[in-house]
């Protein structure tokens, strides 16, 4: 764990220390400037990223006794359900219900006392072991190491996860026979009561756990797990106390993953991509000709107001995000250039968000969080005179552009006489 630790923050240093590298790059002029390659996750909802899953394997017992010929001789039935949900690739949490019939097996010394002084009463015994029943169910917490340690990617089809996780063990269902043979006499001391505390009325104990999945993405739709854990919890959970605090068991599971569909018709994290210049210029161009289509429009939402009260530039963004890449800067320099040739003209910096995306209070917050970084990329980077500057923003509450969702996600430049903060749509 303090490797784990020492390498998030070794990496979080790195990444920090990089940032200011990157934001000089940019050069007042652009001499040359690359293509854009951005990716960045899709905003998520709650009802998002969930699965269902259906294990059957084995367990085996850990408690007193145990040995390992013992503990291949107690593997047992093991199956559960799970429910799960991923907030992020790195990071979930799942619950599952299990039913498992264990075993567990009496002290060696004892069964041997108690079938050489009653050898007709135990030969139905066998060899000592006894059956038990168990249902549990469990809170795990789940990490994506291969998410973790590699770049997340949609294709990939191995993925290694480890978990822990708090539960309940409900044991019950006791052999008959095993009362009966631990309340025979001890055979250290055959005057006295067996070394053992006996209960095997039903109990519920709390546990923990911990363990690996082993996951093949068989298809958009199903993984295939193979889940490995250790399961700790109370002494007397087998109907005995012996001098233990704890007992515990192991189980081997294959299983089967269903993700569920989320509200975009995905059943997996996908990644929303800006990929080339030439196509984000190309959107640029639609933008403007598809405003001027809709100020031209008779069924217009706007008021009629004059053509000239927007200026032609606009910036757009990535969905969800609310930084200024390299190929919107040029926009932004254009508007600081117009309003250096124009010293009359102040203009109000209007932020907006597709209604797709997300829900309408992050909307409001992230059109705010994009008109912001306008406001101060003209400000402090290209020297705009703050008092010709306001801000407004409206989320997704207005669409400016009604034939594609996604160019919504843009400021658009109000040329604003008083310099007020009264958005156009307004009256």
């Given at each position: 764990?303090?490797?784990?630790?020492?390498?998030?923050?070794?990496?979080?240093?790195?990444?920090?220390?990089?940032?200011?590298?990157?934001?000089?790059?940019?050069?007042?002029?652009?001499?040359?400037?690359?293509?854009?390659?951005?990716?960045?996750?899709?905003?998520?909802?709650?009802?998002?990223?969930?699965?269902?899953?259906?294990?059957?394997?084995?367990?085996?017992?850990?408690?007193?006794?145990?040995?390992?010929?013992?503990?291949?001789?107690?593997?047992?039935?093991?199956?559960?359900?799970?429910?799960?949900?991923?907030?992020?690739?790195?990071?979930?949490?799942?619950?599952?219900?299990g039913f498992y019939r264990q075993e567990s097996k009496v002290e060696p010394d004892m069964?041997?006392?108690?079938?050489?002084?009653?050898?007709?009463?135990?030969?139905?015994?066998?060899?000592?072991?006894?059956?038990?029943?168990?249902?549990?169910?469990?809170?795990?917490?789940?990490?994506?190491?291969?998410?973790?340690?590699?770049?997340?990617?949609?294709?990939?089809?191995?993925?290694?996860?480890?978990?822990?996780?708090?539960?309940?063990?409900?044991?019950?269902?006791?052999?008959?026979?095993?009362?009966?043979?631990?309340?025979?006499?001890?055979?250290?001391?055959?005057?006295?009561?067996?070394?053992?505390?006996?209960?095997?009325?039903?109990?519920?104990?709390?546990?923990?756990?911990?363990?690996?999945?082993?996951?093949?993405?068989?298809?958009?739709?199903?993984?295939?797990?193979?889940?490995?854990?250790?399961?700790?919890?109370?002494?007397?959970?087998?109907?005995?106390?012996?001098?233990?605090?704890?007992?515990?068991?192991?189980?081997?599971?294959?299983?089967?993953?269903?993700?569920?569909?989320?509200?975009?018709?995905?059943?997996?994290?996908?990644?929303?991509?800006?990929?080339?210049?030439?196509?984000?210029?190309?959107?640029?161009?639609?933008?403007?000709?598809?405003?001027?289509?809709?100020?031209?429009?008779?069924?217009?939402?706007?008021?009629?107001?004059?053509?000239?009260?927007?200026?032609?530039?606009?910036?757009?963004?990535?969905?969800?995000?609310?930084?200024?890449?390299?190929?919107?800067?040029?926009?932004?320099?254009?508007?600081?250039?117009?309003?250096?040739?124009?010293?009359?003209?102040?203009?109000?910096?209007?932020?907006?968000?597709?209604?797709?995306?997300?829900?309408?209070?992050?909307?409001?917050?992230?059109?705010?969080?994009?008109?912001?970084?306008?406001?101060?990329?003209?400000?402090?980077?290209?020297?705009?005179?703050?008092?010709?500057?306001?801000?407004?923003?409206?989320?997704?509450?207005?669409?400016?552009?009604?034939?594609?969702?996604?160019w919504n996600r843009v400021v658009v430049f109000k040329i604003n006489p008083n310099n007020?903060?009264?958005?156009?749509?307004?009256?």
């Open positions: 764990m303090k490797q784990l630790k020492s390498f998030i923050a070794i990496m979080a240093a790195t990444a920090l220390t990089a940032l200011p590298a990157s934001a000089q790059d940019y050069g007042h002029k652009f001499p040359s400037l690359r293509n854009d390659t951005i990716e960045s996750l899709r905003h998520y909802r709650f009802l998002d990223n969930w699965y269902v899953g259906l294990h059957l394997g084995v367990n085996g017992s850990m408690s007193e006794n145990i040995r390992p010929k013992d503990w291949l001789h107690t593997q047992t039935f093991t199956g559960y359900l799970s429910l799960g949900k991923f907030f992020v690739p790195t990071f979930g949490l799942r619950l599952t219900a069964y041997d006392y108690v079938k050489s002084r009653w050898p007709d009463q135990f030969n139905h015994f066998g060899k000592g072991y006894y059956k038990f029943k168990n249902f549990n169910g469990w809170a795990d917490a789940m990490i994506n190491l291969s998410n973790t340690f590699y770049r997340y990617r949609e294709d990939r089809r191995w993925n290694v996860l480890g978990f822990v996780g708090i539960g309940y063990n409900n044991t019950y269902g006791y052999d008959t026979s095993v009362t009966d043979f631990w309340a025979a006499p001890n055979p250290d001391d055959p005057g006295s009561p067996s070394r053992y505390v006996i209960d095997t009325k039903a109990r519920w104990y709390l546990a923990v756990r911990a363990g690996f999945i082993v996951s093949y993405m068989l298809n958009d739709q199903l993984d295939i797990d193979l889940d490995m854990h250790i399961d700790a919890t109370d002494d007397g959970y087998n109907g005995v106390r012996y001098d233990d605090l704890y007992d515990g068991y192991t189980v081997f599971a294959l299983g089967m993953k269903y993700h569920l569909p989320d509200h975009y018709g995905d059943r997996r994290f996908r990644y929303a991509r800006v990929t080339d210049l030439p196509d984000v210029e190309l959107a640029n161009r639609r933008i403007n000709d598809a405003r001027r289509e809709l100020d031209d429009a008779s069924d217009s939402r706007k008021p009629d107001v004059e053509a000239e009260q927007y200026l032609e530039m606009t910036v757009s963004f990535v969905v969800d995000r609310y930084n200024i890449t390299e190929v919107q800067r040029p926009n932004v320099e254009a508007v600081a250039n117009y309003m250096e040739a124009h010293p009359d003209i102040n203009v109000t910096i209007c932020g907006f968000a597709d209604v797709e995306t997300a829900y309408p209070a992050h909307n409001m917050k992230l059109s705010k969080r994009r008109a912001t970084a306008v406001y101060r990329m003209l400000t402090k980077q290209f020297g705009v005179d703050p008092r010709r500057l306001s801000i407004d923003y409206r989320g997704d509450i207005v669409q400016p552009y009604r034939l594609q969702n996604e007020d903060y009264k958005f156009l749509e307004e009256k």
